[in-house]
């Protein structure tokens, strides 16, 4: 059983930057692939960022490369997503996930267990 706990949203101005943090309750946080997804008001969840159980390899959704990055810090069981230049498009509540999965099936919501109960991004233009 793995519990996540997110952290750092806020509300922003376009342009601005947020790191998100992702808190893994545990022992085992090194077997699990962890990801970052979102929801907006009225729409379906949706995949951002995907980093593997030893912090090598990363995927993203196209809209975020180059302004997004994952990472993971297996000592302090931690993922976090910083984020930077951001969007009136980014706004939604962001999730982290993890499960025990190998990084290519990282992007289907359906393929984790284990959800946090989401912090709220709000960028304004």
């Known amino acids: 059983q793995v519990q996540l706990v997110e952290s750092g949203g806020g509300v922003v101005q376009a342009g601005d930057s947020l790191r998100l943090s992702c808190l893994a309750s545990g022992r085992t946080f090194s077997r699990y692939t962890m990801a970052w997804f979102r929801q907006a008001p009225g729409k379906e969840r949706e995949f951002v960022a995907a980093i593997s159980r030893n912090g090598y390899s990363a995927y993203y959704v196209d809209s975020v490369k180059g302004r997004f990055t994952i990472s993971r810090d297996n000592v302090k069981n931690t993922v976090y997503l910083q984020m930077n230049s951001l969007k009136s498009e980014d706004t939604a509540v962001y999730y982290c996930?993890?499960?025990?999965?190998?990084?290519?099936?990282?992007?289907?919501?359906?393929?984790?267990?284990?959800w946090g109960q989401g912090t709220q991004v709000t960028v304004s233009s």
């Open positions: 996930a993890a499960d025990d999965i190998n990084l290519s099936r990282s992007r289907q919501t359906s393929e984790y267990a284990y």
